[in-house]
């Protein structure tokens, strides 16, 4: 058994090598050796080959699924794995040379997470189906692939079911199983490959032992030309990098040397603050595979020049968050000069969260399927021809799709081929050609990010509430546990400062030691913040509850500073494509979920924070006053639902660019207008009032909510006068809103359904001032909650259905506006931005 089933082989071995037939467990073990023997699996089975594959699989889902989802177990559609291998096949035929692919002679195979063998099964099964070779040469073949078949797997249960899978299968293919058992090791594949496992005493430790050596060997000495597989997805993955993440320390003239890590190729220059999602567990096991297949990744480790460059291929379903965010430009810069050419499909174009039927995977992260291959004589000043192409519809349309595609097919389209561009297709018409808002704005920044949730609150007293428990009593464990400590946060450290006259100031000292001395204050420091879009809450300002704080954007907080709120590395979807907030913003401020990024208008000092460039140009264009009228115009271009209705299919690669009109007088109507909508966004604190009185009916409150708190998010009831002439007469839809016991009328449908990226904004301001608040708990803490609905919530609430009201009213205006700008003369950003930069 240990020849063909080596883990289970030496664990069995190792649980009975000096078992007592007088034992209990000798006992246990012979009931179910008899048990088992008398079981008729081919009954079990229904004659299929893989039985315990599915049995292992649904174990897992309901044994233990937290555990699953935090490995980032799942097992990918075998329709998706045969097609990711009929693909890379193709490849070693078309690009390398390799007349039978796979079947060819020198074509090492890995899986570097190998779960419970589907990849390798399939190349199995490719090799012995290639119609180039005659039967006896596929059989060598296959005699070969078992001798340069590799597999590492971090978890024993699905290298025990890839093991039996693979051997059983070599078996029914014809082929012999290697003397010494397949290359297939449980091991952690972003483990240090220099180093060595600690020799063991027993025979079957020394076994074990010798296995992890021999998976570190294969690390660092065998060739490979195909990695190919599923890696596991994890974000806020730090230090479970490995030497990718860490870096390898060796000795080089008696004196210890340390080689930077790998992951660094993936890193860009001014890209730092958005590089932390670098820090998953899928873009380390990119790193790695690049390394291992088109590196020398001996001399690499070494820590030699890296002279020579191997030709393979690299195939990986994965997140696909690398192929657009901003903070991965250093990782697409390394892929365009490390590879020859690449392929991607993007086989979940829906986004997060895609409806069930379309779904690849059992999880909310969008996948795509990416090839990429190097080439012996590849130039890596030559950025790599790298294709594109979406695959829509439902799980079979899309397998349909995907197995009708060829490498050379015209469904293909080329990327940019700038060296940190998305991996997005050029856009159509003028698009590319629009500036994008870091065109003009010099400075931008993520939200806040605290990774507590009791830190934000509707209401003040809240937060007071939450701040005297968590400094209540002696209890460090209690203590510990309210707190909820992060990367960078705990009861033990203390940060510098956030600036600001309204933030606490004695941050320096930890928490407990303030505690201890008695130096406490009872009242925390509390500080307005724009939470979500159109929702205006609380924070506890201080930098030791923060785990990001972003200080420097704190900095920005000056008098007339309008935050513009973008979300730049996803489609914005239904609603406006911005929204500008007088607030310092939370990361996901603008709609919930999928982070994004914040302009200020202005620097600390209060000037406009654009560039020469963008400066000079609008003085010349428009006048001395256009630099500081810059934002208002783009809140009257981009602040409405048609913008990214206008702009669906360009938008769909992220990244909100503006049509800027060269003519002064649509300038002129574009910054008044605009300073209408930063008026109702800021809820009258920057921009200027719609002119005195309106044509359209505003919300009636007519029932108080009184002090009870609501138990469910708000509901429509359609008046059934308008709602029967809606359609006949064009009149909008018009009823009541019901919340708790609060009754508003005149509500129009549209008003109530308003959205910003496709979230309904009342119910995601209604959501946080319920009974029981809908929010995702990460502390005791975040069971304070308010008890009695306060008065200045009605008034944030009629305000709320007031300024929605009053936008769904300026979108035809805005419409109309658009649609001039785009059919008039426009200015270009290559006018005023180095595109060669």
């Known amino acids: 058994m240990r020849s063909q089933h080596g883990l289970l082989g030496n664990a069995l071995g190792l649980l009975t090598e000096h078992l007592d037939e007088k034992s209990s467990l000798y006992n246990a073990l012979a009931v179910i050796v008899r048990v088992m023997g008398a079981a008729s699996w081919e009954y079990i089975s229904g004659g299929k080959a893989d039985v315990y594959l599915h049995l292992y699989e649904h174990f897992l889902s309901i044994y233990n699924p937290e555990q699953r989802k935090k490995t980032g177990s799942y097992y990918t559609p075998v329709e998706v794995v045969d097609q990711m291998v009929r693909l890379v096949d193709d490849a070693l035929r078309t690009y390398l040379g390799k007349e039978h692919g796979l079947a ?43 001798k340069n078949l590799y597999g590492f797997e971090l978890q024993s249960g699905p290298f025990s079911v890839a093991e039996l899978r693979l051997n059983q299968t070599l078996k029914e293919l014809g082929a012999e199983v290697p003397k010494d058992g397949l290359n297939l090791y449980v091991a952690d594949t972003l483990h240090n490959p220099y180093s060595r496992a600690k020799p063991m005493s027993g025979n079957t430790l020394r076994l074990l032992s010798q296995l992890s050596n021999k998976a570190t060997r294969v690390k660092r000495e065998v060739p490979i030309q195909v990695c190919i597989g599923n890696p596991p997805y994890k974000d806020k993955a730090q230090g479970m990098g490995g030497w990718v993440e860490s870096g390898h320390r060796y000795k080089k003239k008696d004196k210890k040397e340390k080689n930077s890590p790998i992951l660094n190729d993936f890193r860009a220059p ?111 000043e030559t950025p790599a021809d790298i294709r594109y192409v979406a695959l829509h519809g439902t799980f079979a349309e899309k397998m349909q799709a995907l197995a009708a595609l060829d490498l050379d097919g015209a469904e293909f389209e080329p990327v940019r081929s700038g060296w940190g561009d998305k991996f997005a297709p050029e856009a159509g018409g003028d698009w590319d050609s629009y500036p994008e808002l870091v065109d003009f704005y010099t400075k931008n920044f993520q939200g806040v990010k605290p990774n507590k949730t009791w830190v934000y609150a509707p209401s003040e007293n809240v937060l007071q509430e939450r701040w005297a428990e968590l400094i209540e009593g002696n209890d460090l464990e209690v203590r510990a546990e309210r707190f909820k400590k992060t990367g960078s946060t705990s009861i033990f450290a203390g940060k510098k400062p956030l600036p600001g006259e309204d933030t606490f100031q004695g941050s320096h000292e930890s928490l407990n030691d303030q505690i201890a001395r008695e130096l406490i204050p009872d ?76 302009h200020p208008v202005l620097t600390v000092s209060g000037i406009p924070n654009l560039t020469e460039s963008a400066t000079q140009m609008l003085r010349e264009r428009f006048g001395n006053n256009a630099p500081g009228d810059l934002v208002y115009y783009l809140a009257a271009l981009t602040g409405h639902p048609g913008y990214v209705r206008t702009f669906d299919e360009p938008l769909q690669q992220a990244g909100i660019r503006v049509p800027l009109t060269a003519d002064p007088a649509l300038w002129e109507r574009a910054v008044q207008l605009g300073k209408q909508v930063v008026w109702l966004h800021t809820y009258g604190e920057r921009g200027e009032p719609l002119p005195g009185g309106v044509d359209y009916a505003l919300p009636t409150p007519t029932v108080d909510m009184g002090k009870t708190m609501p138990e469910k998010k708000p509901s429509f009831s359609p008046d059934p006068v308008t709602d029967s002439l809606s359609e006949e007469e064009n009149i909008p839809v018009t009823g009541t809103v019901s919340f708790g016991k609060a009754r508003c009328e005149n509500v129009e449908k549209r008003v109530f359904d308003y959205t910003i990226g496709g979230n309904q904004v009342l119910g995601l301001w209604a959501k946080y001032r319920l009974k029981k608040p809908e929010v995702r708990s990460s502390s005791p803490l975040d069971y304070i909650v308010q008890r009695e609905w306060p008065e200045a919530w009605s008034e944030e609430y009629e305000r709320l259905l007031y300024t929605l009201t009053h936008l769904v009213h300026l979108e035809p205006a805005q419409e109309k506006l658009l649609d001039e700008v785009l059919a008039g003369e426009q200015i270009f950003r290559e006018e005023f931005v180095d595109t060669e930069d």
């Open 270 to 380: 001014s890209m730092g603050k958005y590089e932390y999602v670098l820090k998953n567990l899928y873009v380390y096991f990119w790193r790695w595979a690049f390394w291992k297949v088109f590196e020398d990744s001996f001399r690499t480790l070494e820590g030699q020049p890296d002279i020579a460059q191997h030709a393979g291929v690299v195939c990986f379903i994965t997140a696909d968050g690398y192929l657009k965010g901003p903070g991965f430009a250093g990782m697409r810069e390394y892929i365009r000069r490390s590879s020859s050419r690449g392929w991607i499909i993007n086989v979940t174009p829906e986004g997060l969260q895609p409806p069930a039927e379309n779904a690849i995977f059992a999880i909310e992260t969008p996948v795509s399927i990416a090839l990429f291959l190097r080439e012996e004589d590849t130039d890596e």
């Open 104 to 146: 060819s002679e020198g074509v090492s195979v890995i899986d570097p997470a190998m779960g419970t063998g589907t990849y390798p099964l399939s190349v199995m099964h490719k090799v012995a189906k290639t119609e180039s070779l005659a039967p006896a040469a596929r059989t060598r073949a296959l005699n070969r692939l078992a």
């Open 523 to 598: 009242a925390p420091n509390i500080v307005p913040v724009g939470y979500r879009s159109f929702d205006r809450q609380y924070i506890l300002a201080d930098s030791r509850l923060l785990e990001r704080a972003r200080p420097e954007l704190w900095e920005y907080r000056v008098p007339g500073q309008i935050f513009i709120v973008e979300q730049h590395s996803r489609h914005p979807k239904a609603g406006p494509g911005l929204y500008f907030s007088a607030l310092i913003p939370d990361m996901n401020s603008f709609k919930g979920s999928e982070g994004g990024r914040a």
